[in-house]
């Protein structure tokens, strides 16, 4: 048996808590998969005197004295956020020291920086646990699929939001309703902003992006729409074309000369058949789409102390395995540096409901303008279910093939300044998961 | 850039054939995540002049001439199953040479071997594509749960029988009708032996439990039934208790001293609201649950030439890249070695459905018989669905609490016996996904 891997952990929450747990439950086991020991040699945290649950002389408020302590091997953080994390981090790295983090935030934003200090020295950067918490999702990605292609990644990776349409969609309620639900039980924090606005999302899908093409797409590379402004009439709308509306972190590999990558976050309908239509409550779920494997589907709990506990424990053995055998993992790869899509050039399709005045020629108006937004009509439908008291016209129910997101916004805005139309009431849009992407001819 | 890693395949058939393709198409990228070239440097297959599709000067017959080149790193097979196999890949390992194969029954009779010699020379052992296909499985089981204990692992790892018990399940048609489709379609081979027999299921049950467990399981450990007896009428019954029928390979760790492990395969009914029941079609997916992980599931592909040459390529990339950093990959485990628990001593629980007499008394009779057994009855009905003409009495559907098979077997058996009851038709277990596993006491 080798010299102990000496482990530093920052930040002893819910997550790091579980952790401190799980090393010291595991030890033998660990030992045994490791080939050394796997010590725990320090624990910072802002307050020591709040931490009864670890041992006193473990405790202490200096994080950066304990990062560059020189027996440390491993860092663990899970403090969260950009600062103090990120220079932590980059004194790790720097010092050669392994790092397993789950700060989503972090590496969102400045991914870059902490590859490049890990490339610089040679250290492992392992963060398995940023995204959909304990479902082996990125190791899959960057080792399981690293012969193939991948195409698309798409995915539920958001629980909160997911509890919330969740609920919408099985009793009907509306909006801030089930968001009490979701605060009530424990799934949506007191300011929910980071969840319902879509960031959480949009962070993962720049981390999902990344290891998928191989290129570094951070958070402001990401499209985001939350779900705030979903209500219980677009969730009857999408089941009445054989759809749920889920909130979906979507990656996608645009064909073209250049090829592109596209992420995007926003609230779509899914086909009821897919299997992410089914994924319920705050249960994650991601969709990947690779040329030799087809289709795949992880699915599991995206956050909770243990959950999470769990991917940090493995990128953990994985780290302290390298150490021994004196090596390092596979790294992140960049070099394919694709060039991001913006989301007008980005290929989408529209649901759309509009109320129109209901007599004759007026879908011919509707049509034509359809036709000089060079946006293709998939089908269209005459609402007969029952309408407000106020209703003037027709209510129709339009979903678009593909187009070019900009040109759906532009025939949007279009319909809206209309005679015929008295008012364009809902906008979704429809996701072709499983589908081939196409470019569009744009550029 | 290092060395090339020098790359021989033993068998080109539809898996074989697709890594060709997949090495000469991705072979700058392949080169960009190794490190170093990925070169074929030869094929061994039986008639080499029936393989125009690879280059003339890589054939050969001589595969034992091919393993045991001294320029060789890596040895991909795609033969299957045990002799010449065998032979072959231990020269392979105890010459230092990595291996990547996808032979499940070479594995699941005798990993122990083969993890021995891989250990003696510190050559790599990798085979993801030997379990549910392309679906990243046994890395993820290997490495992101490492630092988690797994309790349990279950799930439809053969995708001809779901077809035919998904075909059954939507369509209402018989066994044998069902069958025939899966053969037309090209799902099923001329003699599907293997899969509705359940052996193909077995072998990867015993790599699974392995893994899970860090205990060698071989294939003779684990109790096996096929599909071949399953009728509509069970079908329906499922139905009517909410559940559906899916052939399952299910690894348990079960508690008690010493903890042991199960590994069975049989046809199972699943609840309608469970993950895997509506997992169809040739599809695969495999439930995982884990202490700190929680529930978590893998879905995808489970068989077909690409998606097992994508699991392959996974594999070869890792092993390559091991060589390039001149270390080895993580090594399977037995360290834990526990027991294999019998069959007979296995919590299951059964569904049964029972011809009685209709009268008085004889539900107390039944009762009885059950509590003598020391198995406890979780819910009894008495059918309503209209019966055969033949049907002399009132028809009883009971389902049980978790008992010792063997236990539930001779209680099916005592009932037989008995002068009220006129017939025992229909006998299925029925899983408990995603509840704990309990021992029963029993020794």
């Known amino acids: 048996m080798s010299d102990p891997i000496r482990v530093a952990l920052l930040g002893c929450g819910t997550v790091g808590g579980e952790v401190v747990r799980l090393l010291g439950e595991q030890s033998v086991e660990l030992a045994a998969r490791v080939g050394a020991p796997v010590e725990l040699v320090g624990v910072a945290v802002r307050r020591p005197h709040k931490h009864p649950e670890v041992p006193a002389e473990l405790l202490t408020a200096d994080a950066s004295g304990l990062v560059n302590r020189p027996d440390v091997d491993v ?46 020295s040679g250290a492992d950067l392992y963060y398995e646990a940023s995204v959909a918490g304990a479902i082996p999702l990125l190791r899959p990605l960057r080792e399981s699929l690293a012969g193939d292609k991948i195409n698309r990644v798409a995915g539920i990776v958001n629980g909160t939001t997911n509890f919330i349409l969740s ?29 319902v606005d879509g960031f959480d999302a949009q962070a993962k899908a720049a981390i ?29 709308a999408a089941e009445a074309v054989g759809c749920t509306v889920k909130l979906l972190a979507i990656c996608e590999r645009v064909p073209g000369e250049p090829e592109s990558v596209s992420a995007r976050v926003y609230p779509a309908m899914v086909p009821l058949g897919h299997p992410l239509a089914s994924v319920d409550g705050a249960y994650n779920a991601v969709f990947v789409e690779a ?55 980005t290929p989408t399709r529209y649901h759309i409901s509009l109320e129109v005045d209901d007599r004759a020629g007026v879908l011919a108006t509707i049509a034509g303008l359809f036709a000089q937004q060079g946006v293709s009509i998939a089908t269209v439908r005459q609402d007969v279910t029952p309408r407000d008291a106020g209703a003037r016209g027709a209510r129709l129910v339009i979903v678009t093939h593909l187009a070019p997101d900009a040109a759906l916004a532009a025939t949007v805005a279009a319909l809206g300044e209309l005679d015929e139309v008295f008012g364009v009431d ?17 550029t």
């Open 75 to 120: 860092v663990v953080e899970v403090i969260g956020g950009i600062d103090p994390a990120r220079g932590l981090l980059l004194d790790a790295l720097k010092a050669g020291r392994g790092v397993v983090t789950a700060n989503k935030a972090l590496l969102a934003e400045d991914g870059v920086t902490l590859a490049e200090a890990a490339d610089a």
């Open 167 to 195: 609920a919408m969609a099985s009793s009907g309620t509306g909006y801030h309703e089930a968001l009490d639900e979701a605060t009530e039980l424990g799934y949506a924090e007191a300011d929910p902003s980071a969840d």
């Open 291 to 345: 040329e030799a494997a087809g289709q795949l589907m992880f699915y599991g709990q995206g956050a909770g102390g243990a959950p999470t506990a769990s991917a940090i424990m493995g990128d953990l053995v994985a780290v302290a395995r390298n150490r021994v055998a004196g090596g390092r993992g596979p790294r992140e790869s960049a070099a394919a540096g694709l060039p991001i899509r913006p989301m007008g050039a």
């Open 208 to 236: 999902l992006a990344t290891l998928a093409f191989h290129t570094r797409v951070s958070a402001a590379d990401v499209y985001c729409e939350g779900i705030s402004a979903v209500t219980s009439a677009d969730i009857a």
């Open 426 to 442: 809902r906008v979704l849009r429809v996701e072709n998961l499983g589908r081939p992407v196409t470019a569009l001819g744009v």
